[in-house]
């Protein structure tokens, strides 16, 4: 209701700025949602095994099944120099410590002089012909540049490596951080070394837990 003279009465000024105060007091809520939102999903992102990765067969996998186990990260090629001293390394390590504890994963790339042109079922199907591979081979990836995968980003920025070639290893422990590195031309015997080390912890702390 208006005063004579066409000029709002108190009360219509008041709810006016009570009104005003309510929409500032929406808008910075809302802006503070968000921002705890956007801090809650940055937090989650602090782990390898908080990604989702793709298999051959094009299928999202999530990295969380993992958790709780160690896992050696290589960047593998069917067509390098080190493919079959490797290949046959990484299932003698996988088959050897098993898969309660430890796994290989496996992420085939053709940035290296396109040593890796195939498609990534038949990347799966050459290892495991020709080497005996069981352990996990997700679909091809870039691991270098604007393009290259999440999760193996995650990978190369955590120890500041990025690959300089193919098979590459990282170690990546229960929590999902990266703690070691390899190049392809390394001792598997230094590697075993370690991974073993890392099995043993976690078979010891679930004992403690029992």
């Known amino acids: 209701m ?42 989650k992102q602090k782990d390898f095994y ?9 299928r999202t996998v999530s990295l969380d099944k993992y958790r709780g186990k160690v896992s050696l990260v290589v960047n593998v090629a069917s067509l390098s120099e080190h493919t079959e001293q490797n290949y046959r390394a990484l299932q003698e390590l996988h088959r050897e ?48 540049g604007s393009e290259a995968d999440p999760a193996f980003k995650f990978i190369t920025d955590s120890v500041q490596r990025i690959p300089k070639w193919n098979f590459w290893k990282y170690l990546v422990n229960a929590e999902g951080q990266v703690v070691r590195f390899w190049r392809a031309e390394e001792s598997m015997d230094d590697i075993r070394k370690e991974v073993a080390t890392h099995v043993r912890d976690i078979i010891v702390k679930k004992r403690l837990e029992l």
């Open 2 to 43: 208006e005063a004579l003279g066409g000029y709002p009465t108190k009360s219509s000024a008041r709810r006016a700025s009570m009104f005003s105060v309510f929409l500032s007091v929406a808008v910075c809520m809302g802006s503070l949602y968000l921002l705890q939102t956007k801090l809650t999903k940055s937090r």
């Open 50 to 58: 908080t990604f989702e990765v793709k298999d051959t067969k094009g």
């Open 97 to 144: 410590l098993g898969t309660s504890h430890f796994n290989v994963l496996a992420f085939p790339c053709s940035q290296f002089g396109e040593t890796e042109p195939g498609t990534s079922r038949d990347i799966e199907a050459f290892a495991r012909t020709n080497f005996g591979v069981t352990f996990p081979i997700f679909s091809k990836i870039k691991i270098m």
